[in-house]
């Protein structure tokens, strides 16, 4: 029956306590009514003159008139219930009425806690004290009631005992001495040069905390609440004294919130975070003094910036900045935390210079900013678990568990540690949780400073309010928080202690206590009520009026406001500069620095760190994976099932004519992979580098496991692309050979992907610019278009262009096709003599017989005595140069006048003797010729006999391929010989055509390279040209080249235009 009733008593008034009234929500008020009705009812008699006025004054300290009423009918019904209910027990011997009513008691306190959270409970539980010493009287029941109350709230004794005797006796000899501070005006703390003397016998003769203020008659009695991390004030004196414009009454109990300020009568007031740093920052955590002196920036060429700025700020507080957009908060935090050069000023901690001592500093700024730092394929656990291993170097795998493990439980983040973290877009943990993580990969390495930019952005109230409780809780650790707050909620704007205003422009124009601001502000816009910084029925602050005020505007003649400001921002820096800056008081430096566990790994350890990192977050990503793997073969059976040229219904590798398209197009792919697997690598990580490069980490480690990583999987991609395509196409024998040079190009394309993901900042703009570095590899890589085909201003007939050179295609292409045609099982047997038959041909067919024209020539212009110089003395250099040429790389006998054959000196006989040699030289190349005809006929014949001639035709079907061999000897070529300069170019067969040029440089498909008068074979030659490329590449990576010449050149820009 009770239970029935009080539920229906309960329902009726539900939800008439709004939100208006200050201190108490309607579940505890209910809860109050109960218990305050049961105690009254324990009297025999009705209800008492004095009960009821001590109701009445209780309900008027909380409550408008009408719920007033509305409550103390709660009351009289409830009482009455109990009274009746009570009365009966009276009546009855065998009840004791005292049990009874303790009994009550349980059972209202087990029915209302459930609704009530630990905060709640106690201050139901505070009231009701206060309730019971209304009358000063304290009965046994009633102790007996305040014990089953708090037992049913679970109220620890240590606590129990320190609320009972503060708010019953006012004795403070049972209470824990640590959780007392006694506010007054008696001196029992010391200043100046002597505080450092009377330290140590401050702590043995005051155990119970102090707080002097000067001109308070009376004391004040603060009592910290652990379970609740609260504190209660009870003041003892005749004083007036406000909290938030409510009168404080001596005797009675109130709760200090978090931006409270006490004022009184000729006294400092004391703010909340005095009380705060009393219990938890001195002597408990090293002191920090974060100061600017005159700090002052500007942007280039621009006159916004920072205005001449000065702060001094001490750990245990949390400092807010506020302003309108575009103002420079941003600016400003990357200022005081080391990122940008100040311009005019100092940044100091504990006097040490932060850009001067920059490494000395290490690890005591922590900077969150207002984008995601997080790794979205990695679980919550495993962003901060990697993030761990990169800022202790000294922590044991053991330790940075511990670490982590304490980071998850103290952000309420330990439930969630398993989920991965994902993108805003695909959410999987909330954007509060997200944010609390961001904090945390900061907090992980305990920060003596942490600056953070917009931490409440884009978040609910709950979750922005959540998340500064979480900051606000670090100051109690002893740490400075430093945060850009926009439109604050009234809640969150109070746990700030200190606020920085700037307006636009950069100026500075408030600092100082949060809800003071506002007073200022208004007492400078000469507003009626500027004394009033909060609502007086709900101590609301309407935080959005300093913005407000601020940027007011003019009015105009008709009453609209205009565009002009009625204060612009000089003036409101002028009214700092005077009544603020002025009096800014500096705190001296301890010029110590506190020990920090921040320590960063070797480069080796970094590395390893990061590359287990960007391996988990790859192989997380089931769509990414799933990509790239499957992308090569996939890519290599379109392509070789698209090339595989079928004649006569039988597939032979020999007839397929589409092969060489296959090959330059295997390498188009390989390139392309590399390039878009890389090319997203580093701008996708462009933020968490952000923060990476203000803890210091090293760029190379990074990019050396990003390298690895992309090589590793370059290397895999092309392995699956050969395998595919070498089966279809029935490539045999060159696995390995393919493989290497597909590799070589990928990994080639992952610089190339890197280098442009670091240079530029948008995804967009990357995938742009890959279609501009593949279309020119197509054109001049030597397939599609031949290099004597080009533009005449990009062409030479003796070697590449350098056009050609500079393209990958060009090199890899010219190495598979070589090292296909001249290596292969077939192919590999004839070559050396073919090459010896090819020159032999050459020589006779087309060089001798054009040197002879030239020498007929010269002869007859001798005879006839009617010599063209310019075309005399070109014939001579001419002859003189390939005359040499065949003597140096062909073997060829030397000519004993040859030093004879030159403009100056030559002669008839000299030139009949010429025609004489050349005629020699022949027979000496017919003669060559037809040994290694020989010599490859005899190799062809023992090898038939070994396996038969079937299988000797069925060797060259299987590894030889007409319509490349006739790519590599130039056959469509018609024109087999040219005059260059003072040479002849050979055109005839460049496959076996030997380059003369010994740095390297030489025609396309040339079998060999000369470097240094060393032969090397075209496929390593290549290779190492590929090779080198990846390590030049790797170090315009390093030093970040692309971006750096990128912002020069709009620094440039943007010069030009200001």
Request: charged share 25%; hydrophobic share 40%; net charge neutral.
């Amino acid at each position: 029956m009770a239970e029935s009733f009080m539920e229906f008593l309960f329902a009726r008034f539900c939800c008439k306590f709004t939100s208006k009234d200050i201190f108490m929500s309607d579940p505890i008020l209910n809860a109050l009514v109960h218990l305050f009705a049961l105690i009254a009812s324990s009297n025999k008699g009705k209800l008492s003159k004095v009960s009821k006025r001590i109701v009445h004054q209780y309900l008027e300290r909380y409550l408008n008139k009408d719920l007033e009423k509305e409550y103390y009918k709660l009351f009289e019904n409830y009482h009455q219930f109990y009274y009746h209910e009570i009365h009966d027990t009276w009546q009855s011997p065998k009840i004791n009425p005292d049990k009874l009513i303790i009994h009550q008691a349980t059972n209202v306190c087990r029915k209302i806690k459930q609704g009530l959270n630990r905060k709640d409970r106690i201050f139901v539980f505070l009231q009701l004290l206060e309730f019971i010493n209304e009358d000063v009287i304290i009965t046994d029941q009633e102790s007996e009631i305040i014990k089953e109350v708090s037992g049913s709230f679970n109220i620890k004794d240590e606590e129990l005992i320190n609320l009972s005797e503060f708010v019953l006796t006012g004795s403070l000899e049972k209470i824990n001495p640590e959780s007392i501070l006694i506010a007054d005006n008696q001196l029992k703390e010391w200043d100046g040069p002597i505080s450092w003397f009377m330290k140590k016998d401050k702590q043995t003769k005051h155990t119970i905390r102090h707080l002097y203020k000067e001109n308070l008659y009376g004391r004040m009695l603060f009592l910290y609440i652990p379970s609740i991390e609260e504190f209660i004030l009870k003041f003892e004196g005749e004083q007036n004294l406000f909290i938030g414009g409510h009168k404080v009454n001596q005797g009675r109990i109130y709760f200090i919130e978090a931006g409270s300020i006490i004022r009184g009568p000729n006294i400092d007031p004391i703010y909340y975070n005095d009380i705060v740093n009393k219990f938890f920052i001195e002597d408990h955590f090293p002191e920090i003094v974060f100061s600017g002196k005159s700090i002052e920036y500007n942007f280039h060429n621009s006159k916004n910036g920072i205005r001449e700025f000065s702060f001094c700020e001490e750990s245990g507080n949390m400092v807010g900045i506020m302003g309108g957009s575009g103002v420079g908060k941003s600016t400003l935090l990357n200022l005081i935390n080391g990122k940008v050069q100040l311009v005019k000023g100092q940044i100091a901690i504990n006097g040490f210079d932060i850009y001067k001592s920059r490494f000395r500093l290490q690890g005591i700024i922590g900077f969150v900013p207002q984008d995601d730092l997080l790794i979205e394929e990695l679980s919550v656990y495993q962003n901060l678990y990697y993030n761990a291993k990169l800022c202790f170097a000294d922590y044991t795998e053991e330790q940075i568990e511990q670490s982590v493990d304490k980071i998850l439980t103290d952000l309420d983040l330990k439930d969630i540690g398993y989920l991965q973290v994902g993108n805003p877009l695909n959410k999987t943990i909330s954007g509060g949780q997200r944010k609390r993580l961001n904090i945390g990969l900061e907090l992980l390495r305990e920060p003596y400073i942490l600056i953070l930019d917009e931490p409440t952005s884009g978040l609910s109230s709950t979750d922005s309010k959540m998340v500064i409780e979480l900051l606000k809780s670090q100051t109690r650790k002893g740490r400075l928080v430093i945060a850009t707050i926009h439109q604050p909620s009234s809640e969150i704007f109070r746990m700030f202690d200190k606020l920085w205003v700037l307006d636009k422009g950069g100026y500075p124009i408030y600092t100082g206590n949060p809800v003071d601001a506002i007073v200022y502000f208004k007492t400078i816009n000469a507003q009626v009520n500027a004394a009033e910084s909060e609502c007086s029925k709900c101590s609301n602050i309407e935080t959005d009026l300093i913005l407000k005020i601020i940027e007011t505007k003019t009015i105009d003649e008709r009453g609209n406001p205009t565009s002009q400001r009625k204060t612009n921002p000089i003036e409101w820096y002028r009214y700092y500069k005077e009544k603020i800056e002025s009096s800014l008081i500096e705190k001296k430096p301890t010029n110590k620095l506190p020990e920090i566990n921040f320590k960063i790994p070797s480069d080796n350890k970094q590395f390893i760190t990061f590359s287990i990192r960007n391996f988990l977050a790859k192989v997380s990503n089931t769509q990414y994976m799933a990509i790239n793997l499957l992308e090569a073969p996939l890519l290599a059976f379109i392509l070789s099932y698209f090339t595989k040229y079928v004649k006569n219904d039988i597939y032979a590798f020999q007839d397929n004519k589409n092969f060489p398209v296959f090959v330059f197009m295997a390498i188009v792919v390989a390139l392309f992979m590399g390039l878009t697997v890389s090319a997203e690598e580093i701008v996708r990580d462009r933020k968490i580098l952000e923060r990476e490069s203000f803890l210091n980490l090293s760029w190379p480690a990074y990019l050396s496991s990003k390298i690895i990583y992309l090589f590793a999987l370059s290397a895999i991609q092309t392995f699956s692309f050969v395998l595919i395509s070498s089966y279809v196409l029935d490539i045999k024998g060159m696995f390995l050979v393919y493989w290497l040079v597909l590799f070589s190009t990928s990994a080639l394309g992952n610089m190339i992907g890197l280098n442009i993901s670091s240079g530029l900042d948008s995804v967009v703009a990357i995938y742009i610019l890959v279609p501009l570095i593949l279309v020119p590899q197509l054109l001049l890589g030597g397939a599609m278009i031949s290099f004597d085909d080009l533009n005449k201003g990009l062409t030479n007939k003796k070697y590449v262009p350098l056009v050609g050179d500079l393209m990958i295609t060009r090199w890899t292409y010219e190495a598979l096709s070589v090292e296909q045609f001249k290596s292969n099982k077939f192919e590999k047997y004839f070559f050396d003599d073919e090459q010896i038959i090819s020159s032999s041909n050459y020589t006779n067919s087309f060089l001798l017989p054009a040197l002879g024209l030239k020498l007929n020539e010269c002869t007859q212009m001798v005879i006839n005595n009617n010599i063209n110089n310019e075309v005399f003395n070109r014939n001579i250099r001419i002859i003189q140069n390939e005359i040499k040429k065949l003597v140096q790389f062909q073997n060829a006998i030397p000519f004993d006048k040859l030093d004879l054959l030159n403009p100056e000196s030559v002669n008839p006989e000299i030139l009949e003797e010429a025609t004489g040699y050349l005629t020699f030289i022949k027979q000496f190349f017919i003669n060559l010729g037809s040994e290694a005809m020989r010599h490859k006929d005899y190799i062809y014949d023992s090898i038939s006999k070994q396996i038969g001639n079937e299988e000797m035709i069925k060797l060259r079907k299987d590894y030889y391929n007409d319509k490349l061999a006739n790519m590599v000897s130039n056959k469509t070529e018609i024109k087999k010989i040219y005059e260059a300069d003072d040479e002849l170019v050979r055109k005839l067969d460049p496959i076996f055509t030997m380059p003369v040029n010994r740095f390297g440089r030489a025609q396309f498909y040339a079998p060999y390279k000369i470097l240094n008068h060393q032969t090397v074979n075209t496929l390593w030659f290549n290779m190492v040209v590929i090779w080198l490329g990846a390590v030049f590449l790797y170090f315009t990576l390093v030093f970040d080249i692309l971006r750096k010449t990128l912002i020069y050149f709009r620094n440039i820009r943007l010069a030009l235009k200001t």
